[in-house]
């Protein structure tokens, strides 16, 4: 039997919340950035705001994830960005809770 390649050129629509989930990942990794430099510059000591800041961006890339997986079960779509969204999210606040875990020790 010859091998049948099928070719497509009829584009897919993206699935929803794939762009979402990129975005809040974009959003908590540019805080965590950000916590830390100020961290830096205030030699360790930058309080309870930096704290409150980290814990809206974990929760930022947890949302991010949840958005992704429901893009990912979406059925004739693109997942491209939903699995993007979804890897650099689970990334992210695996990231967090190190950081986190960390501080507590």
């Known amino acids: 039997m010859a091998n049948k390649q099928k070719f497509r050129f009829v584009s897919k629509p993206v699935a929803r919340g794939g762009k979402q989930s990129i975005a809040l990942a974009a959003v908590s990794g540019a805080?965590?950035?950000?916590?830390?430099?100020?961290?830096?510059?205030?030699?360790?000591?930058?309080?309870?705001?930096?704290?409150?800041?980290?814990?809206?961006?974990?929760?930022?890339?947890?949302?991010?994830?949840?958005?992704?997986?429901?893009?990912?079960?979406?059925?004739?779509?693109?997942?491209?960005?939903?699995?993007?969204?979804?890897?650099?999210s689970g990334l992210a606040v695996i990231l967090w809770l190190a950081i986190f875990l960390v501080g507590l020790k």
């Not at 950035?33 to 961290?39: F, P």
């Not at 309080?47 to 800041?53: D, R, T, W």
């Not at 949302?63 to 993007?84: A, D, P, R, T």
């Open 31 to 88: 805080v965590m950035i950000a916590s830390m430099i100020v961290s830096f510059i205030y030699e360790g000591n930058g309080g309870s705001i930096l704290g409150a800041l980290g814990l809206c961006a974990i929760l930022l890339a947890g949302y991010g994830f949840v958005l992704g997986i429901k893009g990912l079960n979406e059925k004739k779509v693109n997942h491209m960005y939903s699995f993007i969204g979804t890897v650099t």
